[in-house]
RNA sequence: GGGCGCGUAGCUCAAUUGGCAGAGCAAGUGACUCUUAAUCACUAGGUUGAAGGUUCGAUUCCUUCCGCGCUCACCA
């Protein structure tokens, strides 16, 4: 190719006039043809090369001029770049990694193995090693321990005829040995190929090196699965944020504390079960793509069934499907699943976010106080080994949950010098100087907001709300402005919400027809009318508590996390873009 | 949606006032049969997120766009 030739002209001419990369040239090169311009002025610098040449008659040339630094700006260099077509000949996107690890395939291959192989059936995992053995001396390991066990490579150390590697399974890692004279000609090739990331399966005995690490003195190895991507960085691991999220598999590799994340994540959710399964409740599926949307106020994403021709929403919460079930009988169920709402991302908010929420017949608000007191402080305990936890600086208890009810809490975490009394925080008129809010409900809630919320470190129950903000709770019968409700806080953020459940039919209905007329203003959250509930309601629900617990922001506070996306695998992003890897490999294929 | 910040090699990070884009790890070649962030020598690797603008000259200054983070708003 000519210009691949002039291409290497040039960079044989730099280098006599001074050493001088040939990549460093390319990209100068490449810098000019970008630009396209007959004439392009470019700094002088220190470049100090005078040096021009021409190819062949009638090919693109290249002249370079240049002159002394004598910091003036009196010399310049200038590149005449007579028009070299393909800035493609150039800029090479080809990838030499890509390039060498579809070579090492070949290579693997000619040695008789599997680049992708077959089933492996090992005698150890490497935790199971590690917990077996990692407490024997040498001379325990004497009657020798043979195990089969794979993993992925994460370091590798040659030295000659010998070698060591990690590989990690489950997290952990376990060294082995390597050595020619032990393994034979042809596995010592291959494990002279391996790169950091392969998948290999090896056979050995375990021993203590000199050093007094346990390792797996290898026999026999066996190649797995070809890594053709670099690993992240041995020492400081994965680290760009958008990288992490957007792979998570990368970042479950290079960092195992995010593994560990994920693990207490399902401890919350199988200890939560078990406790629930253990008090007789059942676990139900109730539809996710829902024709009414309702049980929260929010914002659905909407879908379409092509068949029926019908809209339908992801649902917002379970909760009225749920309470569908208490009517047939079904009196304790529960449900962990996702739901769905169409607002803004936080570091507390995620699009689908997973909700537990059960329901038991015959009690009320109390009972299920009591109840959250019992099932937080046991899953602490079941997920982290303490009720106790830290979370930002802050210990947490949860064997002990303080209870206020919302007026209470507005006095008793008042700042400032004109704390008020209980009987300031029923009075509207106080309400009112402390608020902007329509009426004495909302001016209490705004207050809770704006003074309380974010100081209820520890885990709390607040209990009691004004029923305008409460629609689908049932009004206390001592005080109808009030409702039998609490919400759940730790390290300031809600992560439960119950109440008593509103089972008169009529009043239902009334609220749904408020609701409706809030619709008719404009409002999208106010719901919908459900009649088929209403009818639900009308064949009798028994008196019921209700109670929904925030599965991630429980597993933020139990794990230590500061943002919802660290506890979710796969958090919502922005679509990438092209990745080019395809293109890439499409390219390289051997044809 | 508003405000602030970030984007440089596969990864982790440098780059002086606007003046030749560098290092470590990873990769390639060679040496080394108990290393462990192995070591030693050499090599390769860049559209500085993208597009414009200012300038003799831009990773650096300006504008717009893209992506991410924090924050406010919205929202439980």
């Known amino acids: 190719?000519?210009?691949?030739?002039?291409?290497?002209?040039?960079?044989?001419?730099?280098?006599?006039?001074?050493?001088?990369?040939?990549?460093?040239?390319?990209r100068a090169v490449s810098r000019a043809v970008v630009d396209h311009r007959d004439l392009r002025e470019f700094p002088v610098g220190a470049v100090q090369i005078l040096s021009h040449f021409a190819q062949r008659p009638g090919q693109p040339i290249l002249f370079v001029e240049g002159g002394n630094d004598n910091g003036d700006g009196s010399s310049q260099t200038k590149i005449y770049n007579?028009?070299?077509?393909?800035?493609?000949?150039?800029?090479s996107l080809e990838d030499e990694l890509l390039k060498q690890r579809l070579?090492?395939?070949?290579?693997?291959?000619?040695?008789?193995?599997?680049?992708?192989?077959?089933?492996?059936?090992?005698?150890?995992?490497?935790?199971?090693?590690?917990?077996?053995?990692?407490?024997?001396?040498?001379?325990?390991?004497?009657?020798?321990?043979?195990?089969?066990?794979?993993g992925r490579v994460m370091q590798l150390r040659h030295m000659g005829k010998a070698g060591f590697a990690h590989l990690q399974q489950d997290g952990?890692?376990?060294?082995?040995?390597?050595?020619?004279?032990?393994?034979?000609?042809?596995?010592?090739?291959?494990?002279?190929?391996?790169?950091?990331?392969?998948?290999?399966?090896?056979?050995?005995?375990?021993?203590?090196?000199?050093?007094?690490?346990?390792?797996?003195?290898?026999?026999?190895?066996?190649?797995?699965?070809k890594t053709l991507l670099s690993m992240p960085e041995k020492w400081h691991g994965l680290e760009d944020v958008e990288t992490r999220y957007r792979q998570r598999y990368l970042d479950l590799i290079a960092?195992?504390?995010?593994r560990k994340v994920f693990v207490t994540r399902a401890r919350i959710v199988s200890s939560l079960r078990r406790q629930l399964e253990e008090r007789g409740f059942i676990e139900v599926e109730t539809p996710m793509m829902q024709p009414l949307y309702g049980g929260a106020?929010?914002?659905?994403?909407?879908?379409?069934?092509?068949?029926?021709?019908?809209?339908?929403?992801?649902?917002?919460?379970?909760?009225?499907?749920?309470?569908?079930l208490v009517v047939g009988g079904l009196e304790r169920v529960y449900e962990i699943n996702r739901n769905f709402r169409n607002e803004g991302l936080s570091t507390q908010h995620n699009p689908e976010f997973t909700m537990l929420e059960f329901y038991q017949a015959y009690t009320d608000y109390r009972g299920l106080m009591d109840l959250s007191a019992e099932l937080l402080a046991r899953t602490a305990l079941d997920a982290t080994g303490s009720a106790t936890v830290e979370y930002d600086g802050r210990k947490l208890d949860f064997s002990r949950l303080e209870r206020y009810s919302m007026?209470?809490?507005?006095?008793?975490?008042?700042?400032?010098?004109?704390?008020?009394?209980?009987?300031?925080?029923?009075?509207p008129e106080w309400l009112s100087r402390h608020s902007g809010k329509a009426t004495a409900g909302e001016a209490l809630t705004d207050i809770f907001e704006r003074t309380v919320e974010h100081k209820l470190i520890q885990p709390a129950i607040i209990y009691d709300y004004p029923v305008e903000t409460s629609p689908l709770s049932k009004s206390k019968s001592d005080d109808p402005a009030f409702v039998e409700r609490f919400e759940i806080y730790a390290a300031g953020m809600e992560i439960g919400n119950a109440y008593t459940e509103l089972n008169d039919p009529r009043e239902q209905r009334r609220r749904f027809e408020m609701q409706l007329a809030m619709r008719e203003r404009g409002d999208e959250e106010a719901h919908q009318m459900d009649e088929?509930?209403?009818?639900?309601?009308?064949?009798?629900?028994?008196?019921?508590?209700g109670e929904g617990i925030g599965i991630d922001r429980l597993a933020m506070i139990l794990t230590g996390s500061r943002s919802i996306r660290d506890v979710i695998l796969f958090p919502l992003l922005r679509p990438e873009g092209p990745i080019g890897l395809a293109d890439l490999m499409r390219g390289l294929e051997p044809r």
């Open 172 to 225: 952990e890692r376990v060294q082995i040995y390597v050595r020619k004279d032990a393994v034979g000609e042809r596995d010592f090739k291959l494990f002279k190929m391996l790169d950091i990331g392969d998948i290999v399966g090896v056979e050995g005995c375990l021993f203590r090196t000199r050093t007094g690490e346990l390792s797996v003195h290898a026999e026999t190895l066996e190649f797995l699965s």
């Open 407 to 427: 007026r209470e809490s507005v006095a008793h975490f008042w700042e400032g010098e004109d704390r008020p009394t209980l009987e300031d925080v029923r009075d």
């Open 532 to 545: 088929d509930y209403v009818r639900a309601l009308a064949y009798a629900m028994p008196p019921t508590g």
């Open 82 to 91: 007579s028009l070299f077509p393909q800035k493609e000949t150039y800029l």
């Open 297 to 324: 106020a929010a914002r659905p994403f909407v879908t379409h069934h092509n068949t029926l021709d019908i809209d339908l929403y992801l649902r917002i919460a379970p909760e009225l499907y749920l309470k569908r």
């Open 103 to 150: 070579e090492r395939i070949r290579e693997i291959e000619e040695l008789g193995y599997r680049a992708y192989g077959r089933r492996y059936d090992f005698t150890h995992t490497v935790p199971g090693i590690l917990a077996g053995y990692g407490a024997k001396t040498a001379e325990e390991l004497v009657p020798e321990v043979r195990v089969r066990v794979a």
């Open 1 to 26: 190719m000519p210009n691949g030739i002039a291409l290497a002209a040039v960079a044989g001419i730099l280098e006599n006039a001074r050493a001088c990369g040939a990549g460093r040239l390319r």
């Open 255 to 258: 960092n195992p504390e995010v």
